[in-house]
């Protein structure tokens, strides 16, 4: 059973910065590639970071480029998300997701696996 697990959310002010972490479970025997998204109150889901199983390919949200790092430690079975200058914009709930094989696209559908979110609330 795959299992993803978010971690790392709470309150922060304006500028500060938080790392949300994902743990996987039950993806063993083949790579997989995986993602972060957000959905914040009223608005659709929408795609944040993703990263190959090797970590040598990464996707980012052009918004979020330079603020936002995703990466994976494989031996883990964990992903990042580095978040630094963080704004109130970026309040939202944040979700890990997981596919197995290559990493596509930053598209929703392209999914298989999804964690519960944890909430990320940035205060101004």
């Known amino acids: 059973q795959v299992q993803l697990v978010e971690s790392g959310g709470g309150l922060v002010q304006a500028g500060g910065s938080l790392r949300l972490f994902c743990a996987a479970s039950g993806l063993t025997g083949s790579p997989y590639a995986m993602g972060w998204f957000r959905q914040a109150p009223g608005k659709e889901r929408e795609f944040v970071a993703a990263i190959s199983w090797s970590g040598g390919t990464k996707y980012n949200s052009d918004s979020l480029k330079g603020r936002f790092t995703v990466s994976r430690d494989n031996a883990k079975n964990t992903m990042y998300l580095q978040m630094n200058s963080l704004k109130p914009e970026d309040t939202a709930v944040y979700y890990c997701?997981?596919?197995?094989?290559?990493?596509?696209?930053?598209?929703?559908?392209?999914?298989?696996?999804w964690g519960q979110g944890t909430q990320v609330t940035v205060s101004s």
């Open positions: 997701a997981a596919r197995r094989g290559a990493l596509r696209s930053g598209a929703t559908y392209e999914y298989d696996y």
